[in-house]
């Protein structure tokens, strides 16, 4: 039995049907199955998994274990190329169940991504069902529910039952709205559209992923399946009191966040430490015949002890392996004592000059002091730690940053062996002098430039970073790019890339690519032409299974001598006109009000302010980075704004398509010369703004080589045979016109035809 919905909407399907469908009827699924310590499980499964996978389907185990639970998946590998295995050592196991599940979509080749356990109480003949349900149903999540209509949870005992039941109730009351008609939010047996994920903003921990996707993402169409949960085959539960108090504490995260789910647990556990507290100043006090000043001080050290144990294990558990048990308990117990000596005035003056009870006074000054003792705990005792994120693109280049890069969030990986470029933050000292904006250094020489520097004077505060362009290219920027990841990227990785993807063979030129088939097309234009809205038009026509069309690139598009033409799947950079004009968009009420904002600070309008405080000799990279932390730019990945729409990893170069805005309507082919010349006009125009056109000349040149000219010569040759063409319209309606010369059908209207399954007769219900 099954019951569609779609989060936020009034009204809802309700057909009751047994899904049955042939595996070659249905779309390739990646399914990820998390293990820890599952050995005995592996062959079982997938005995019983691999007969039910479509065709381009894969499997893959991402593992947690110790035991030989890898050298199984590996023997399993070895005899069908549709197994693969990445395996986490201790150390690199963030968010447990749920990390691990991460770590698998990131990977994922497959639209379609299945979750199931290893251990078999989730059926595996329940995947085809999942996809035909999405297929008929038009949803992008299908979740197996234990509590739906026939459902079961035999594989639980009473015991587990009873809190299983609690912890759904918990989670659908802290989330009313966000999952009132979904019945398993804790089922960890799911199959998800991937592209409709923003990977970026999932924060798993425990095994309650699922959860994470639904609130995360409110937009998402949601179906559930009923299902008998089973007996474990083989090995222990990893359920546990730890984990239902991970648990709560990623419920009150979700619904808090982040850092005010900490403090609240922080304050729980000190309300715990005040009642420990007390009772030990009574008794020193009272029974112990001490000033109360000295009952205080040996108080603090028996709350300490105690509130150190649990804020270390409750609140802070994720960053233990920051400093050794001893160090943390030291802090911990130096910040108490710090704290007495703040609150011992205010307990004076409260108990001998206000008059109040001293046991009150205690309560008092400890409530007060307690956002002070949170930020010591926070900065000092369990510090963020700092991560690091790794992109691979198309294994030509490969970054490491302590800064997540959304811009290469298609690009990212695990890990990286010897990146090609890493980013550091660097410290407060900036490399050039204060208060001289725009300062550029180069050493050894401009004429062979490895050391580039750029600093705009403002120390820790502002825009300044410095790049060594000696493979493998190290870059330093300031502190306060941290904070500004889109200027981080822009301003200062991104033309890094260029010329580094030159030395690798590689043109990024600036422009979008679609594809009919194998055959590509660059679109290219000017900054703030219109050329995002002239694609995702394009592509809102192109997203049945029959079409031929599929997206690229955007903005950025990388291409090799021989024509060869990678994706370079950036988000898109919108507008309320584009989002106008493409109606297909699925953003969220706050998104599309945010592009009120969005809209005027990064509009065409806006970036030409931008430029004419650019001639000024004020910092103006500065400007921009503080700009851009306070209002981010409207950047959306393709799937949000073209649900369904086709991709492609890579192509062959066939047509050049130049667009342009003016009073008349042109249309006529271009030599190859002067389609060679716009291009590379294309690429400096983008990055016109500081401090590229400073540094333009020394990046394009690193120790002696001329890039710029390998750049030409790899794009003049991937030209070789492809047809040029300029299109001119006052109207900004290129789409049409690109879409006849392409060869697209953009105007068919029929309904999309979906693959055809069969639905049993005997539960059947007509819908209402």
């Known amino acids: 039995m099954m019951k569609t919905h779609q989060q936020g909407s009034a009204t809802a399907t309700e057909p009751a049907a047994v899904l049955e469908a042939p595996p070659a009827a249905l779309p390739p699924v990646s399914v990820i ?9 592996i062959e079982p499964l997938l005995a019983r998994l691999l007969p039910q996978l479509p065709p381009g389907s894969e499997v893959i185990f991402v593992d947690d274990s110790d035991d030989d639970t890898p050298q199984h998946v590996t023997a399993q590998a070895a005899r069908d190329g549709r197994i693969r295995l990445i395996h986490r050592p201790p150390g690199t196991r963030d968010g447990g169940l749920g990390g691990a599940v991460l770590a698998g979509l990131r990977t994922a080749q497959c639209e379609w991504v299945g979750v199931m356990d290893a251990d078999l109480q989730h059926p595996p003949e329940l995947v085809p069902r999942f996809l035909a349900a999405a297929q008929l149903y038009g949803v992008d999540l299908v979740v197996g529910s234990r509590y739906r209509d026939d459902g079961q949870a035999r594989g639980l005992h009473v015991f587990r039952l009873a809190l299983s039941r609690a912890s759904t109730t918990i989670a659908r009351l802290t989330f009313p709205l966000r999952l009132r008609s979904v019945t398993d939010p804790m089922s960890g047996f799911f199959v998800v559209r991937r592209e409709r994920l923003q990977i970026e903003t999932l924060r798993p921990r425990g095994f309650k992923i699922l959860l994470e996707i639904l609130v995360r993402h409110p937009q998402l169409r949601v179906s559930e399946v009923s299902y008998i949960f089973g007996h474990r085959h083989a090995g222990q539960s990893k359920a546990n009191l730890r984990e239902g108090f991970r648990y709560l504490g990623h419920l009150a995260t979700l619904r808090l966040g982040e850092e005010r789910a900490r403090f609240a647990g922080f304050a729980a556990v000190g309300a715990t430490g005040l009642v420990v507290n007390t009772l030990a100043l009574l008794g020193l006090v009272e029974l112990g015949q001490l000033h109360y000043l000295i009952g205080a001080a040996g108080a603090t050290l028996v709350s300490s002890f105690w509130n150190y144990a649990l804020t270390d294990r409750f609140v802070f558990p994720d960053r233990r392996s920051g400093r050794r048990w001893a160090t943390r308990l030291s802090l911990f117990t130096a910040a108490n004592i710090v704290g007495l000596l703040v609150r011992g005035p205010l307990l004076v003056l409260l108990t001998s000059y206000v008059g109040i009870y001293y046991l009150l006074s205690n309560i008092i000054s400890l409530g007060a002091l307690a956002i002070l003792r949170f930020g010591m705990a926070t900065a000092w005792i369990w510090p963020t730690q700092r991560r690091t994120y790794a992109y691979d693109l198309h294994s030509l280049l490969r970054v490491q940053s302590p800064v997540r890069l959304p811009e290469l969030e298609r690009f990212r990986v695990e890990t990286v062996e010897q990146p090609d470029i890493t980013i550091e933050v660097g410290g407060r000292r900036s490399p050039g002098p204060i208060g001289r904006f725009g300062w550029v250094d180069v050493a050894p020489s401009t004429e062979q430039p490895r050391r580039i520097r750029y600093d705009d004077g403002l120390g820790p505060f502002g825009f300044w970073f410095e790049a060594d362009l000696a493979e493998p290219i190290r870059i330093t920027v300031s502190p306060a790019l941290r904070h500004s990841p889109h200027v981080l990227y822009t301003n200062v990785l991104e033309p890094i890339l260029r010329w580094t993807s030159a030395r690798h063979g590689y043109a990024l030129v600036h422009a979008a690519c679609i594809s009919k088939g194998d055959r590509a097309t660059l679109v290219t234009a000017r900054t703030d032409t219109g050329k995002t809205t002239t694609i995702l038009r394009l592509l809102q026509r192109q997203r049945r299974s029959s079409d031929q069309g599929a997206f690229l690139a955007d903005d950025l598009t990388l291409v090799r001598a021989d024509g060869l033409v990678l994706s370079y799947p950036k988000p898109l950079t919108i507008s309320r006109h584009t989002v106008a004009a493409v ?37 103006v990279a500065t400007i921009n980075l503080y700009m851009q932390w306070l209002v981010p730019p409207p950047k959306y990945h393709i799937e949000q704004l073209i649900p369904h729409v086709q991709r492609r990893a890579s192509a062959r170069l066939a047509h050049v ?9 042109a249309a006529r082919p271009l030599d190859l010369d002067e389609a060679l010349e716009i291009l590379l006009a294309n690429g400096d125009d983008a990055y016109g703004f500081p401090p590229y056109p400073a540094l333009r000349d020394y990046l394009s040149r690193p120790l002696g080589k001329d890039l710029s000219s390998v750049e030409r010569q790899t794009l003049a040759s991937a030209l070789q045979g492809t047809t040029c063409q300029l299109f001119r319209r006052p109207q900004l309606d290129w789409w049409r016109t690109i879409a006849s010369w392409v060869g697209f059908e953009a105007f068919r209207t029929e309904p999309e035809v979906l693959i055809p399954f069969t639905v049993s007769p005997t539960e059947q219900r007509i819908a209402r």
């Not at 199955?33 to 499980?41: F, I, L, Q």
């Not at 998104?591 to 309008?605: E, G, K, M, N, T």
């Not at 398509?657 to 309507?665: A, C, L, Y």
């Open 33 to 41: 199955v998390p293990t820890r310590n599952e050995a005995d499980n």
């Open 583 to 619: 109606r297909t968009a699925q953003l969220t009420l706050g998104q599309r009000l945010a592009l009120f904002v969005q809209s005027r600070i990064h509009s065409r309008s806006g970036r030409r302010f931008a430029m004419l405080l650019a001639s000024t000799r004020l910092p």
């Open 657 to 665: 398509i130049v667009i342009e805005r003016g009073p008349d309507e």
